[in-house]
């Protein structure tokens, strides 16, 4: 009985396909890294860099999640515009640290997650790509039968 919950718990746990993949568990702890540090703003702060920074940061893991109920080549689409994100959040971070809202330690932080993430998207890109151009069909959609197992692609899970 014990393990009947268990299993059905890890496949409720897996039913979405980006809660396999790593880099989607990366941009989580990233997003509550910015949380952490957008806490040391200043509440005046006018620019709006604080939600900016916030609402980048989630931008990464909600495109990572929306691309991953498309199919190959959307998804690919997807990851670009996650890597443009991850871009944006290096900008927003580098001047929050010019305006001296974030130390010199939690931008070389936030810059070497940033850097991890983009390798691993590309990663997943570069492997999305590869399996496209095996496959006969690319329109290969993530609930077709004969890819709905994800935990047992090593490929996918890798990222």
Not at 126 to 134: A, E, F, H, P
């Amino acid at each position: 009985m014990e393990d009947q919950i268990e299993n059905q718990v890890e496949k409720a746990y897996t039913f979405f396909r980006f809660e396999d993949l790593r880099i989607y568990h990366k941009s989580i702890e990233y997003i509550e890294m910015v949380y952490d540090n957008t806490e040391l703003f200043p509440d005046n702060e006018a620019d709006g860099l604080k939600s900016k920074l916030i609402e980048t940061s989630q931008s990464i893991t909600l495109k990572i999640a929306e691309g991953s109920s498309r199919n190959k080549t959307q998804f690919i689409h997807f990851l670009k515009l996650a890597k443009s994100s991850v871009r944006e959040c290096l900008i927003y971070t580098t001047l929050a640290k010019n305006r001296q809202y974030i130390s010199q330690i939690a931008e070389e932080e936030s810059r070497n997650i940033l850097i991890e993430m983009t390798k691993m998207i590309g990663a997943l890109i570069s492997s999305l790509q590869k399996s496209l151009t095996r496959e006969p069909n690319h329109n290969n959609y993530p609930n077709n039968s004969s890819n709905n197992n994800h935990s047992k692609n090593s490929d996918y899970n890798e990222y």
